[in-house]
C-alpha cells in the first residue's frame, strides 16, 4: 500500500516501524524540516518537507496530488487528525472526511452527540452562535464556569469564573472576542478527572485502560501545579460507561484518550479524541498491559483502509485487554513553561530513590532550555517521572507525593563553554 503519514507526534513516541512494514509497503512522511529530522536516517521511506506556517491540509495539498498514486493517509496527531479528511478529499482517497472527524475535535459537539445517547454531559453554550453581548439568561446554570476553545488542545485559553455573568464579561471584552469565533462557555462540574486510553477496533476495544488524574491539566498548563495520573481498577459499570461514550461520539476505529469527571453521585463526560494519549500514557499502558498503542492503531487503521480498498489483510489474533489487575503503573510531568527564566534546577526528594516506585526518572540539567508553549513531553519539561505502586491507591499516594515535594528552581541560562 502507498500511504502518506502527516508526521506531527516525534518519532520516538510512536516508533512506526514496530508496526510499518516499511519494505513491503512504500511509505512517504510529511512534516515540518524538524519532524522529518527526527526520523530514523536508515528508515526505508519518502520524506516531503512543508514548511509549518499554514494550515497542515493547505500546505501539503500544494505538493502531493492525486496522481501520486497514494492509498492512504496517516494522521496521529490531535492537530492532524481532522485535516487528514481534507488530504483524503484532495487526493481521491477512501476515508474519514474533515466533517466526520470534527467530532472528535469540536468540544459542543461532542457534548450533543453524548447527551442525545442519554449520557451525562456538562451543561454548555456554543459561543459561536451567541450575539456579542449577549446576557447571563441565556446561559441555563449558575456558579462556576468554565470558558474554553471549542477546538482547543492542552488546556491552552482555558479559564475558569465564579459565575456565567463574569465569563461572558471577560467574553465581551474586545480583546478577548475571538471566543465567539472558537468558544463555548461550560458549567463547572465538580470532581476528579479520568481519563481512559485505548484502542476500537471495528466498535469494539482491543484495549481500555482507565487511570485518575493527579492535580488536572488545567492547573498544570497554568504553571501552578504538576500534573500526574495513576490507573485504577475499573468497575463493570465504569467501563460501560465509557464504552458508550466512545460510542455515542462514532470512535470505531484507533486510539482513544477519553477524559470524564467523577462528579457528585454520576459520571459525566467531559471530552474524548481518536488519537493516543499524551504525556507517558503510552509507556506507561505498555508497561501495565504489554500492548503499546501505537502499534495496535497502527495496525487497526491498516486494515480497516485495505476492507476500504477491497484488500482485507490477512486476520491476526487479537486479545482484548481491559486493565483490571496489577502491576499499576501512573507518571508524572512537572511545567516549566511558565517561567521567564531559560532554565532550571531540579531536586528530587530523599525517600524516592529507596522507594522502588521509580520506572522511569529524568531531570532537566543545565543547559537544557526550558520550552515557553505547553508541553507534555518529558524532553521537554523540567521533570517526568513513571512510577508504579503494589496497588491503585500506593500508587496514587506516591505519584500525588512526589508531585508536591519536587522541587525546580528556574535560574538564566548558564554559559557553557
Not at 513516541?13 to 512494514?21: C, G, M, N, S, T
Not at 458549567?187 to 481512559?196: A, N, S, T, Y
Not at 476500537?200 to 504553571?223: F, K
Request: net charge negative; with cysteine; aromatic share 6%.
Amino acid at each position: 500500500m502507498k500511504i502518506l503519514i502527516m508526521h506531527t507526534v516525534p518519532y520516538k513516541k510512536i516508533e512506526y516501524h514496530r508496526a510499518l512494514d516499511h519494505r513491503a509497503h512504500d511509505v512517504t512522511y510529511v512534516g515540518t524540516e524538524a519532524r522529518v529530522a527526527d526520523l530514523p536516517a536508515d528508515l526505508p521511506c519518502k520524506r516531503l518537507v512543508i514548511p509549518g506556517a499554514a494550515d497542515r491540509h493547505v500546505e501539503i495539498n500544494a505538493i502531493v496530488s492525486p496522481a501520486d498514486g497514494y492509498e492512504m493517509v496517516m494522521a496521529l496527531s490531535e492537530f492532524d487528525l481532522h485535516e487528514a479528511g481534507k488530504v483524503r478529499e484532495h487526493l481521491g482517497i477512501p476515508g474519514p472526511r474533515y466533517d466526520e472527524l470534527l467530532r472528535f475535535k469540536d468540544k459542543i459537539l461532542m457534548k450533543r452527540l453524548v447527551a442525545a445517547a442519554g449520557l451525562r454531559s456538562p451543561r454548555n453554550l456554543d459561543l459561536r452562535t451567541l450575539e456579542k453581548g449577549a446576557t447571563v439568561a441565556s446561559v441555563p446554570w449558575e456558579g462556576r464556569t468554565i470558558l474554553k476553545p471549542t477546538l482547543g488542545a492542552s488546556s491552552v485559553g482555558v479559564h475558569v469564573f465564579g459565575s456565567p455573568r463574569e465569563a461572558l464579561d471577560f467574553v465581551t471584552r474586545p480583546e478577548n472576542h475571538e471566543y465567539y469565533a472558537d468558544g463555548e462557555l461550560e458549567e463547572f462540574v465538580d470532581g476528579p478527572i479520568l481519563h481512559v486510553d485505548g484502542v476500537m477496533d471495528g466498535g469494539h476495544p482491543r484495549l481500555i485502560v482507565a487511570s485518575r488524574y493527579v492535580n488536572t491539566p488545567l492547573e498544570y498548563a497554568w504553571g501552578t501545579k504538576p500534573l500526574g495520573s495513576a490507573q485504577f481498577k475499573m468497575s463493570d459499570e465504569y467501563r460501560a460507561f465509557f464504552l458508550d461514550c466512545l460510542r455515542a461520539v462514532g470512535i470505531v476505529d484507533g486510539a482513544f484518550h477519553l477524559e470524564v469527571i467523577e462528579g457528585p453521585g454520576e459520571l459525566v463526560f467531559l471530552e474524548v479524541a481518536n488519537r493516543a494519549g499524551g504525556a507517558d500514557v503510552i509507556p506507561t499502558t505498555e508497561a501495565s498491559t504489554g500492548v503499546h498503542i501505537p502499534t495496535e492503531e497502527i495496525d487497526v487503521l491498516l486494515r480497516a483502509q485495505a476492507r476500504r480498498l477491497g484488500r482485507p489483510l490477512p486476520p491476526r489474533p487479537v486479545r482484548e485487554v481491559t486493565k483490571t489487575e496489577g502491576p499499576w503503573f501512573g507518571w508524572l510531568v512537572v511545567p516549566g513553561h511558565h517561567f521567564p527564566e531559560d532554565s532550571c534546577r531540579v531536586s528530587t526528594p530523599d525517600w524516592l530513590p529507596g522507594s522502588g516506585a521509580v520506572v522511569k526518572l529524568r531531570v532537566a540539567q543545565p543547559p537544557d532550555r526550558l520550552k515557553k508553549s505547553v508541553t507534555h513531553q518529558y524532553w521537554e519539561v523540567p521533570a517526568a517521572a513513571i512510577l508504579r505502586g503494589r496497588d491503585d491507591a500506593e500508587l496514587a499516594e506516591v505519584v500525588r507525593r512526589l508531585g508536591e515535594e519536587i522541587r525546580v528552581v528556574p535560574h538564566a541560562a548558564e554559559v557553557v563553554a
